[in-house]
């Protein structure tokens, strides 16, 4: 087991990562900019290094300055979090070229499931059903003959990245080469790398995705899907599981392609696999993330298993102790992401509590919600036996919590929480704007 962790993040998923490390006695090293100098995490951690300033680009994506705070501090392991450098195969080789542990999938895998077209065609190959599109696209002329065999409307999709970002809905001929361009160039820029090809633009469904653990000996399970459809400008902002429209029959299907997906890949680690799930129950694979997702902790709560503490079991080559016939999926368990519009000191913070009711976050009474990172302020999550009750619960939870000194998204959460569609389970992947406007 590592005596020393690095973790290559902040806000609430630095804290998850410490917390977990301090109840394993692992000793942790919070690294942080300027702007994080007083944050929670850096309080909470054994040791604490500045990697420099404010911007993302000037610190929790500089490698080079995390690296050497590894080295410095004789971190056995870095844990890269969610977003920032957790998908980056080039700081996985960096870390493993040091002999430092990246807590992750290799990089190798990593390069190889982060590029769309690769996964696609690796995913045709076993069997795996992938959604209708093409190949890398040389030119803007070879989309627009491609994009009249596949039919509008279409996705320009980039093969790098993820996040929304790289992704244009084409409704027409007219439309394709603007968007062709925008997408290509949004990617460039996001993750230096401007290739894009051609996906049929399903509407009208589901984004499901199933939580998978591997380790380095053949062993693997899936916990379960999570609904993810609840999206606002391809952002997700609510997540429950089980799905609601989810059958045994087709869950079962859906893992057995999940697991099939992550073995052709070779992956270890915590990974999850995507899916856009039809109304007639067909399901289609759209990409594999190699990181800890933000909503892991509503799987945590109905399988009973610590996903944190097994990627770091797991980069340590522990085996699984469990087999997939060990996991039992009870109750419901929903997710509400609170989010920031706009900056300012916290001047009064009050959490919910009650038996199931937990708030991951870094807030703190005074701190400051600064303008340089994503907007989540924390992630409110509660467990009941059924849907019903996870429900009753969360609006309960929602009209508890007070954040003032910022404008958040609260109302909004509320909103839906108590909508028809949502109590009927009767949302896709396209509706929450509409929900949103009602009343309005």
Known sequence: MFTKI????????????IRACKEMGIET????SEADRNSLPVALAD??????GKSATESYLNQKNIISAALACNAGAIHPGYGFL?????????????????IGP?????ESMGDKDHARRLMKEIGVPVVPGTEILKDVAEAKALAEEIGFPLLVKATAGGGGKGIRVVNSREELEHAF?????EAKSAFGNGEVFLEKYLTHVRHVEMQILADHFGNMVCLGERDCSLQLNKQKVLEETPSPVMTEEIRSKMMEAAMKAAKAANYTNAGTVEFLLAPNGEFYFIEMNTRLQVEHPITEEISGVDIVKWQIRIACEIPLDFEQEDVHLKGHSIECRINARSTGKINFLHIPGGARVHFDTALIQECEVVPYYDSMLGKLIVFANTRENAIRKMEAALCEMIIEGVNTNIEDQLKLIRSKTYWHGAYDTLILPEILAEGK
Do not use: Y
């Open 29 to 32: 090293v919070a690294v942080f």
């Open 47 to 52: 040791e604490r290094i500045c990697i420099g």
């Open 181 to 185: 361009f925008t997408a290509s160039a």
């Open 106 to 110: 290799k990089s190798q895998v990593m």
């Open 86 to 102: 957790s998908e980056n195969p080039e700081f996985a080789a960096l870390c493993e070229a040091n002999g430092i542990v990246f």
């Open 6 to 17: 690095l973790v290559a993040n902040r806000g609430e998923i630095a804290v998850r990562i």
